[in-house]
């Protein structure tokens, strides 16, 4: 009974003891906040991962893919209806991207997808940028330009077409979804009327235009190129990234970021003051979906500052292989101009700035991944070919059609990990009876079978967990490692709870002497000092865990008031880190197992002191006062 | 069984001090009879509280047996000895040694703590609680229950330590110079205390080096070089 009662009276009136306490408190909260928040890193880049590729990749790490894809996907959805929802070929090869505006050329992976499919088997369709304010207009098809221009009642709009989508989506989208989009256009400042610019100015921003942006949130860059005119009480401002509107208000004058008011960046008429109405120009190419990091900046608030206009053309380049691998014959980079209709934002870094998506039957044709009969005439053959329309083509059976990649997404229902790998195990099982079949109906054509049964023997049926086991596993390591480093780092609360504990004994040698001499065992007077410890542990522990998960929930808040405080504070940069917000969850079994470690280790620090104790002989101690 | 309580045979028992070895007891014995109060006397260092402290079971002898109603108290190994020392002895000190951070009824409760598990505690405790405060209230403590040790007087704190040696009820008192650290007046008031417990039957054995305290016992047993010199009767013996 003593001990309990003791230590409980210790607790409270040995105010040393608050520091045990305090340390225990803080390493809790340190340790949980850190597995927390790695954890949740941990879930978001499974989530990710999960979302941008379905639930299992059927796929051939090569670039010149793998044949009867077509038959095996039929087979699929026939043989399993209540397995599979969705399974999309996808084309992956690489390739440069070039922007011609700025001449700027990047390396790409290029991918081929059905869109429709694609939006069905993963999240591809949530990462789209245009497609979300613009609902129905991102499309692969053939297509021009729109650029911006006043209606006739002197609003700056989009083509029609465009102006009705995104009022589609207005009618949709909430009032935190509307702000959002628009969160760059807010009213910035007002200036006085003596500032206003004169005269048109090129290159540079007119000084008292710059003063008046000066220590306000959005600076304006340094050289941009700038036109100011009047247009009756309206002043626009033209720069790199949008355009801007200056309103005369009385003798006041509102500076708006955009006058523009729906989301994205678009051409704009020659002049600004153009009467010309919104429209399309240039001449109509196929659509091409950019990883969001390709063509625009990450801001610190997360959204994105983009540089290329919607519509603008680009020129992709790819290289076509044979099915042995080898480069066709008298090709080299196959050059096709595109239109950047939207941008796709994964969230995966990697992915996001390398990806560039185009329409899968047009990736095929041009990589030469298309069915056709091999020509395998000797140049001599062909020498004694006629020329021109008379020229005999080759007969006999075609190699066909490849892809590199069928992405499946399964139904809700198969939603355990076993369901999963069982679904896993009968696709590979269609896979080999589709290969086998496929191959065996092309037993007479020695040419054609040459050409494929290597391509149909790299393929492999993985789930999204075991495709990306690497890049999980760097952050399952991550998670793990720096774990650990915090744990290390808590025990020095160890040591402070032994120290302290210590120190205690020291000065209670005396009252040990009184305890043992009314008859406590020295295992007693040991047990004292270490349900003392565990009740440090459990108080510590307590309001570290309490405080630890109030922290997580409301980390987001905290860096804003450290944003606040101090713009350098920021930790978490949406610049850097693929997710907007630091993740906020705590998980239960993490909690509870941290704190049960923090009263081991309490109990840990005091057994020192505890040992100490039980030593103490009462004759000794009680001798003198 | 006759009246003896408590008897020691041979009792010897040396401190190492760094080199030396520092003989205290040189083969000291002694018989307790039932409801004697015992005064050692002897002057400082002549090894009377280390007497008393083997007669209580708070030490261990180098040889020589003490045996408390017949049985050797040492050879039950240490777990006996703190039953001993919590249920069967009850010790007073100079220094009155109460735990600063408990109340006077704590303090007075704490050799029933010791006592008790955490279950026997709970089903038990009004009881003992109550016994305890009877106990200090004889000791005229009653409006100091909830005080704090560092807010009693001198005399109050030895009340206090002797209610608690008396709070298991033990068969023998040890008091170790009980009134060496106050003024004559609050020592003969401890005194008193002491000898109406022993009217009750309380076996005592006092420390004291002062002849005046030595005089209210029944027979005062003198220590002298770690051997006993004499034994005489108090002159007010019943």
Known sequence: MYKLFLCLRYLYKRRIVFFAVGAVCLCVMMVLIVISVMGGFLNMVKDRSRGMLGDLIVESTTLQGFPFYEEFIARLKAEMPDEIHEATPVIITFGTLRFPRNGMTKPVQVVGIDLEETYRVNDFKEGLFYEKYYPGTTHFERQQEPYLGLTKDGQIALPPELEAARRRWEANASPQEIADAWRDQRLLLEVEA???????????????????????????????????????????????????????????????????????????????????????????????????????????????????????????????????????????????????????????????????????????????????????????????????????????????????????????????????????????????????????????????????????????????????????????????????????????????????????????????????????????????????????????????TALGTVFVWYINEIQDLLIWISPSAQVWNPEVYAFDRIPSEVNPSDAIGIYIAAILASVAGALIAAWKASKVWPVEALRYE | MSDVILQATGLHKSYQLGKVSLKVLKGVSLTLQRGEFVAIMGASGSGKSTLLHLLGALDIPDAGTVRFEGRDIFAGGSRARDRLRNATFGFVFQFYHLLPELTVLENTLLPCMVGNSVWSWFSRRHALRRQATEMLERMGLKERLRHRPNELSGGERQRVAIARALANRPRVLLADEPTGNLDAATGREILSVLKSLNEEGQTIVMVTHDPLVAASAHRIVSLVDGRIAARQEAPKAP
């Open chain 1, 194 to 544: 003596d500032d206003l610019p004169k005269e048109l100015n090129r290159g540079r921003i007119p000084a008292g235009l710059k003063r008046a942006f000066e220590n306000r949130l959005f600076q304006l860059p340094d050289k941009v190129e700038v036109a100011v005119a009047k247009k009756g009480k309206k002043w626009l401002l033209r720069h790199a990234y949008g355009v801007n509107t200056i309103q005369r208000d009385g003798d006041k004058l509102k500076v708006y970021y955009s006058a523009y008011t729906g989301p994205g960046y678009f051409a704009e008429p020659e002049s600004p003051l153009s009467r010309e109405g919104p429209g399309w120009q240039g001449r109509p190419l196929p659509g091409v979906i950019l990883g969001t990091d390709l063509c625009a900046e990450r801001l610190r608030t997360g959204g994105y500052a983009r540089y290329c206009r919607r519509g603008e053309m680009v020129a992709l380049a790819v290289i076509p292989f044979n099915p042995k691998g080898g480069f066709q014959e008298g090709t080299g980079f196959l050059t096709m101009p595109l239109r950047y209709v939207d941008d796709c934002r994964t969230g995966v870094y990697d992915i996001d700035s390398m990806s560039v998506y185009v329409s899968f039957e047009q990736l095929q044709d041009i990589v030469n991944m298309t069915a056709f009969v091999p020509d395998d005439r000797d140049l001599d053959e062909l020498a004694s070919e006629p020329e021109g329309a008379a020229a005999t083509r080759p007969s006999g059976p075609a190699v066909p059609a490849r892809t590199t990649q069928v992405q499946i997404k399964l139904k809700p229902t198969v939603d355990t990990r076993d369901k999963v790998m069982a679904a896993r195990n009968r696709v590979q099982a269609i896979w080999e009876r589709v290969s086998s079949e496929g191959l065996a109906a092309l037993r007479d054509a020695p040419n054609v079978l040459d050409r494929i049964e290597g391509p149909v023997s790299w393929v492999k049926v993985q789930t999204w967990e075991e495709k990306q086991a690497r890049y999980i596993g760097a952050v399952e390591k991550e998670k793990y490692l720096v774990t650990i480093l915090f744990a290390v780092i808590s025990v020095v609360a160890v040591f402070l709870v032994g120290v302290i504990f210590y120190m205690i004994v020291q000065q209670k040698t005396r009252d040990i002497g009184i305890i043992k001499s009314v008859g406590a065992t020295s295992l007693g007077v040991a047990g004292i000092f270490l349900s003392y410890g565990a009740a440090v542990g459990v108080v510590g522990g307590a309001f570290g």
